[in-house]
């Protein structure tokens, strides 16, 4: 899928480097490891790879700093031989998007990466600290820090987070991570459709088992429990008596990680014919959402907060939605220029977007395209 | 601590701007009375006053896009106010400036215990939002201790934690949306009961903007499910180092305890005095607090105080009942009081890396030293959010002013030790002075550039977060 229009490349090989591309070049396209990029630009190839190399990792404090081009499996490598990792869970969606390439710690960040754990612990914007930029003047700003609790000043580090590339060129992020887990529980209960799944999960949430998973594809609901495996066994125990139906447990990393990583990448749309639609909404609202819709194919992830659907292709989702909003992930750029790819918003949140683009990009030289 | 002069040109025109506000709002929402007036002159940073020129007691999101269409209209300054227990000042108006109270805005919009959130009105506080769900097994998860009265306007505001955040995370953890009331008078809804929103997240920006942006009139807030139980251990120890290894040590453990509190000598003697809690006589204190069904508290505690043991702990305590846990609960609870009873004193709350707790808190005593006030810690060590409170005699003159020389030392320490200036309390007009020691020009710029954007003639809360001389130019715009 081709999305940018490419005309020559940029690979600065540090910040300094960032800050001179940028005071001389014109309209870019902001790029990490080009793996997760869904919305459209046009301009020259601003490449942030050379950027690499954690900075600081202190395992006792739960935190580490990283160039933003750093690729994501050292990152992961480095956290697993201290047994933490990151805790936001990194979707992984080469093989939905057919695409090649090394993740970046970077464009993690800028596409705000989040996978099942977030019904649990967060997004990854929750778990952002800190973060140096480049903004479109050339001009290094730096916003928080790498201490968990901080609030001084505004918080340009949640803005940064998920913002696409669009307000600057992240040079350093610092986040926080988490211990690895003692074990992992997974209890599938089969035969369930939407509502039947979306009731087990709201009622499995609103429960004090601390669930970091909560999901539903092929007609099986899949609950997910991290911990000791003395705890586990006691909340699994009391899930069993609250389901009162038939539900089979998966225990171990090496049964579960699968599992949860099939979800996480949406494996179940790879190698389909179809575009690939991200719904967010009350779980309450899912299954009616769903019926007005009419998806080739369903997934619930975050207990029914977020959706994905496979839809036909060139179907204007959003025109048959009469609630939550919707993001076109996987479709052709024909079809991504005609619907847009990020949900439309109000008209006053799309004129402040606009102002705080044209604040920390005047020339409009990043992502021009992205974001409406 | 210096406030912009008043604007005469706003104070001149008080009548006018009153017979407007009157107009719009119910009789009793403008309150214009001298006497009346001192109630909204300063919040918990006691220590600096002024009258405003009014206040106003909203009670819908229409009346506070009414207050703000005339202020913006007018030119006039507009202090936003949720239960004034800042610490910060946050809340701390100038004599041309209008106070806007939320205090009457507060109802309960919705509960959905199936989606898990809450919607209410801001002005409600932070326990009366965990009482209307309590019922049906569920909570807001965080807790500032001045959760009795702080309101979730100024938790919004200022981002705020409490000693649970540890594993609950704070305030912007657990923001799904917002109704806001723009500088001009615009209402604008941002996110929503979805565990995300589109486009930027203006969400995260708003949360902790201390009244810089808007007026959040209504908010929808992530509820949890209750715990089963929690109980804690306490732990004393011969010096500050091994404390702080300690607490290194269950973090990356893969426990999360829902809070680790670190208490120093000065603050044990002083609850001793004061509470009579029973604590050891140490150097260092940790209370640490896990969660869960009985048998998984048991086993929890267990685990914390195995790893405890490697370092020698003078004094273990594990709870064995709710009568236990309110006694070791009980000196850090009243460490604040313990400390107002034997002077005035001023809370900090700089953040540090957990690893710099041993060396900061060392230096932090050479310091008090140094400048001949006495300062006990109290903390959040879990996260390392320090609170060192600084004991001054606020009738003797000078004192004040020494303790907040000292004070700008310990917060710039805790800079230099790679951390920030506040954790939780907010930068208001208490820390803003000092952003220039951890923010670069080109930092505040872009922090003050999102401000213009929101606010363009710079009417709410100004003279807070930025240092005065920085935003000079903006503020005069107004």
């Known amino acids: 899928m081709s999305i940018l229009t490419a005309k020559e490349t940029l690979a600065p090989q540090s910040e300094a480097e960032v800050c001179a591309a940028i005071r001389s070049t014109g309209a870019c396209v902001i790029e990490g490891g080009g793996t997760r990029r869904i919305g459209l630009a046009e301009g020259e190839r601003l490449i942030t790879r050379g950027l690499s190399g954690v900075t600081l990792y202190e395992p006792g404090t739960l935190t580490f700093v990283a160039q933003a081009g750093t690729p994501l499996h050292e990152i992961d490598a480095l956290l697993a031989s201290e047994n933490q990792r990151l805790a936001f869970e990194v979707p992984d969606l080469r093989g939905l998007f057919g695409r090649q390439g090394d993740s970046t710690i970077g464009g993690v960040v800028a596409a705000n990466a989040s996978g099942p754990r977030r019904v649990a612990s967060g997004a990854c914007r929750d778990f952002c600290l800190g973060v140096r930029f480049v903004d479109g003047r050339g001009q290094v700003v730096k916003n928080g820090g790498r201490v968990m609790k901080n609030v001084t000043g505004l918080d340009l580090v949640k803005l940064m987070a998920g913002s696409h590339g669009t307000l600057g060129v992240l040079t350093e992020v610092s986040l926080k991570v988490q211990p690895l887990p003692e074990t992992v529980v997974t209890l599938v209960v089969p035969g369930c459709d939407a509502p039947g799944a979306v009731a087990i999960m709201s009622d499995m949430l609103g429960q004090p088992f601390d669930l970091t998973g909560a999901a539903w594809l092929g007609g099986k609901v899949m609950l997910r429990l991290e911990g000791f495996e003395t705890s586990l066994r006691y909340r699994v125990g009391r899930m069993r008596a609250r389901l009162r139906c038939a539900a089979e447990e998966i225990w171990g990393a090496e049964a579960c990680t699968p599992i949860w990583c099939g979800i996480r990448d949406v494996e179940a749309f790879n190698n389909r014919g179809g575009d690939v639609w991200r719904v967010s909404v009350k779980p309450s609202e899912a299954t009616g959402l769903i019926e007005a819709v009419q998806p080739e194919d369903v997934m619930f992830d975050w207990g029914g907060n977020r959706l994905w659907l496979l839809m036909k292709e060139g179907t204007d989702l959003r025109a048959k939605m009469t609630t939550g909003h919707a993001t076109l992930v996987r479709a052709s750029d024909e079809t991504k220029r005609r619907l847009g790819v990020f949900h439309p918003q109000s008209a006053v949140l799309a004129r402040i977007s606009a102002g705080l683009r044209h604040k920390f990009d005047p020339d409009g030289k990043f992502n021009q395209g992205m974001m409406g | ?478």
């Open chain 2, 1 to 478: 601590m210096d406030m912009p002069e008043p604007e005469p040109g706003t104070l001149v025109r008080k009548p006018e701007l009153v017979a407007r506000l009157r107009a719009v709002l119910p009789e009793d929402a403008v309150i214009d009375a001298p006497e009346e007036l001192k109630a909204y002159e300063c919040d918990a940073l006691a220590a600096y006053r002024c009258p405003p020129l009014l206040a106003v007691l909203p009670e819908t999101t229409g009346q506070v896009s009414e207050i703000m269409k005339i202020c913006h209209d007018m030119g006039v300054p507009v202090v936003p106010r949720g239960a004034g227990t800042s610490l910060a000042g946050g809340a701390l108006p100038t004599a041309d400036a209008v106070i806007l109270g939320v205090a009457r805005l507060r109802e309960v919009l919705e509960i959905n215990t199936a989606d898990r959130y809450i919607r209410v009105q801001t002005g409600m506080t932070n326990l009366s939002v965990t009482a209307a769900v309590e019922d049906e097994g569920f909570f807001y998860a965080p807790d500032p201790s001045s959760q009795l009265a702080c309101a979730i306007a100024g938790n919004i505001a200022m981002n705020s934690g409490g000693a649970h955040c540890l594993k609950y995370g704070v305030t912007t953890n657990n923001l799904l949306g917002v109704t806001m009331v723009m500088a001009d008078g615009e209402v604008v809804e941002i996110g929503g009961a979805e565990m995300d929103a589109p486009g930027l997240d203006l969400l995260g920006l708003i949360c902790g903007s201390e009244g810089q942006l808007g007026v959040v009139t209504e908010a929808t807030l992530r509820i949890l499910p209750k715990p089963e139980g929690a109980r804690p251990v306490l732990f004393g120890f011969d010096s500050n180092e091994v404390a702080g290894a300690c607490v290194a040590d269950i973090i990356r453990s893969g426990l999360i305890p829902v809070a680790i509190e670190f208490m120093d000598r000065p603050i044990i003697r002083a609850t001793e005095e004061f509470a009579g809690a029973g604590y050891p006589d140490c150097e260092a204190l940790l209370i640490v607090e896990v969660e869960g069904s009985e048998q998984e508290i048991a086993d929890q505690l267990a685990r914390i105080i195995a790893i405890a043991k490697r370092h020698n702990p003078v004094a273990i305590r594990e709870s064995q009942s709710a009568e236990e846990s309110t006694r070791i609960w009980l000196g850090r609870k009243s460490a604040f009081g313990a400390m107002g009873q034997m002077g005035d004193y001023i809370c900090l709350d700089g953040t540090i890396p957990v690893g710099e707790l041993p060396s900061v808190l060392n230096r932090i005593a050479d310091l008090a030293a140094e400048h001949g006030h006495m300062v006990g810690n109290v903390f959040h060590a879990g996260d390392g959010n320090m609170h060192p409170l600084i004991l001054y005699n606020a009738n003797e003159p000078g004192q004040l002013e020494s303790a907040e020389r000292l004070g700008a030392e310990i917060l710039k320490l805790c800079v230099d030790a790679g951390g920030c200036l506040t954790g939780e309390h907010g930068v208001g007009v208490e820390k803003r002075e000092l952003m220039t020691h951890q923010f670069a020009p080109a930092d505040l710029e872009a922090q003050m550039a999102v401000k213009d954007v929101f606010d363009s003639t710079w009417i709410l809360n100004p003279a807070k977060v930025f240092p005065l001389d920085v935003s000079a130019t903006r503020r005069a715009r107004a």
